[in-house]
């Protein structure tokens, strides 16, 4: 009976990542769809249909009523339930099997870089909202880490990276090149992953998405200079590393 304990244990916890892959995956469509609208407004832009809404002499007119959005701002529950299901199903397991608790912590960070991906390519707008709950997940990787500084410095780095990268940008290319949710985006993660982990995400996504433009480009897909969202390159990345390279650059640089 000692003998199958570690197995059962094993199958519990596969079952129980499948669970949480199932509302997961089906909660990323649900949740992004019922995300208010001005979540994805500039600053001091109003919803379209708040911004429509007009006062007897012609003037724009604030509402409390819930705005519904457009429907570029929603994705069909077929097929995205059952691929994001799917991505979770691969990493739950894949995760849990070796530490539950990591697991819980980087499939919550997961689930929230899908949202702002998803956001970014038909909104073009990471919602702040997503990006605080993101860094809020660094809680979970804390005792990951030696001490808690390593998150702080983590977060900075990640804001001093992007921020340089940013205005390297706007002195060549004399405009924005770089958007401010990127910016506070890698902050976010800066405090998870830590400053090693956000440099190998930087290089890692910068490398993905230079590739993945060129090949549209040779496709004839895209023009030269023209910009392409970026969260889902960085999202990609952040998960890979989290769930595949986690330690790895520390080890690295240890030796």
Known sequence: MEQLTPYL???IKCLAAILAAIFLGNGAVYFFNKMPARWFCDYGEAPPNEASKKTPNGSPEGTSEE??????????????????????????????????RFAVAALCSAWLLIEMAIGDVLCRIV???LILLLGVTAVGYLPYYDNWQFCVIGGLAGFGLMGFVALLGRLIYCRDTVGGGDIKLFAALGF??????IVTIFVASTLLSAAHFLFLMAQKKVRRGESRPMVPYIAVAAIAYLAFFWGIPEMMFSL
Do not use: C, E, N
């Open 127 to 129: 919602p702040d909202q």
């Open 192 to 197: 998870v992953t830590g400053a090693y982990g």
């Open 9 to 11: 244990i094993t199958v």
């Open 67 to 100: 705005p519904t959005g457009s429907g570029k701002r929603r994705i069909r529950s077929h097929p995205w339930k059952i691929v994001f299901t799917m991505l979770f199903v691969v990493l739950g397991i894949w995760l849990v099997i070796d530490d539950w």
